[in-house]
C-alpha cells in the first residue's frame, strides 16, 4: 500500500531509480559536482533516517516505512507473548523471559539475513530495559512504564521543533519531497508543517490518555493496558504519519506564485 500522493519508518530506503544523478541540475537549479550527492539522494538517507521510505514511483510505502513485515511483526511480537504468557501463568519471569526471547530471534534472523540489525537491536534493547523494570518491581504493568517516558520526550522534542519554527514534519517531509529547508521561507508552508506535527503529537498524547490511566488500575488494568500498548504502536503512529503526510501536501504552483514547491 502506498499513499496517494507524487513525491517522508525505522526508524530506518535506498535512492529512487528516479533520482537525478550528479550531471544533473539540483532543485536550486545549480549542477551537482561530480560524486556528490543531489538534493534527492540527501533527501531520500534523511528519510531513511527516519524511518520513512517510498516506492519507485515517488510515493510512500507504508508497509516499508513500518519495517515491512517483519518489522511490525518485530514490534508487536514481543509485547503480545509477555501478555499471552502472564496472562496464562500469572507468572512474571516466563513471560519477561518470552519477550527477551522473541525479540532476540528476530535479531538472530536478521544477522542471518544479512539484513540491518538496527531496529532488532533497538527492539531487544527497549524490550530488556521493560523486562528489568518489571523484574525490579515486581508488577507486570511496570513493563509499559519505559514507553511512557519515551512518549512524553518525543511530546516534548516535537512540541518545542514547533514553537522554534523548525516542525517535526517539516524536517522529515520537506526533505522527502525534495524541498530542502525552502519551505520554510513560505508561510503557509510552514503552517502546514505546523499542523503535520501537531498531528503526529496528538497521536503520541493520545497514548498516554488512554494508557495511563489504566496503568494505575494495577493489576486489573494490565490486560485492557497490554492489548491498547499493542493496537496504539506501531500501526496508529504510522496511521498518524500518513494523515499528517495528507494534511501538508503543497499546494499546485500557479503562475502568479512559481516559487511555491512542488
Do not use: C
Amino acid at each position: 500500500m502506498t499513499l496517494p500522493e507524487k513525491s517522508p519508518s525505522g526508524s530506518q530506503p535506498a535512492p529512487p531509480e528516479q533520482a537525478a544523478s550528479p550531471e544533473q541540475s539540483s532543485p536550486a537549479g545549480q549542477p551537482s559536482p561530480a560524486g556528490q550527492p543531489t538534493m534527492a539522494q540527501l533527501a531520500e538517507g534523511y528519510a531513511s533516517q527516519a524511518g520513512l521510505h517510498r516506492s519507485s514511483n515517488g510515493n510512500i510505502d507504508v508497509l516499508k516505512s513500518a519495517g515491512g513485515v517483519q518489522g511490525i511483526a518485530e514490534s508487536i511480537l514481543p509485547g503480545l507473548v509477555f501478555l499471552v504468557v502472564f496472562t496464562v501463568t500469572r507468572d512474571l519471569q516466563p513471560a519477561l523471559i518470552g519477550s527477551l526471547g522473541t525479540a532476540a530471534v528476530f535479531t538472530v534472523a536478521r544477522l542471518i539475513q544479512r539484513r540491518p540489525v538496527t531496529q532488532a537491536l533497538a527492539g531487544i534493547v527497549g524490550v530488556g530495559l521493560s523486562a528489568w523494570i518489571a523484574n525490579t518491581t515486581g508488577k507486570a504493568e511496570d513493563f509499559y512504564v519505559l514507553g511512557f517516558f519515551t512518549n512524553v520526550a518525543y511530546i516534548l522534542a516535537m512540541t518545542l521543533s514547533v514553537v522554534f519554527r523548525w516542525p517535526f514534519a517539516g524536517l522529515i517531509f520537506g526533505f522527502f519531497r525534495n524541498e530542502g529547508l525552502e519551505w520554510r521561507k513560505h508561510p503557509a508552508r510552514v503552517k502546514a508543517y505546523r499542523i503535520g506535527t501537531w498531528v503526529i503529537i496528538s497521536v503520541l498524547v493520545l497514548r498516554l490518555v488512554v494508557q495511563v490511566p489504566l496503568y494505575f488500575m494495577g493489576e486489573q488494568g494490565f490486560a485492557a493496558l497490554a492489548t491498547t500498548r499493542l493496537l496504539m504502536g506501531t500501526p496508529l503512529y504510522i496511521l498518524g504519519v500518513w494523515v499528517a503526510w495528507l494534511l501538508t501536501r503543497p499546494a499546485p504552483a500557479t503562475a502568479a506564485d512559481p516559487a511555491e514547491p512542488n
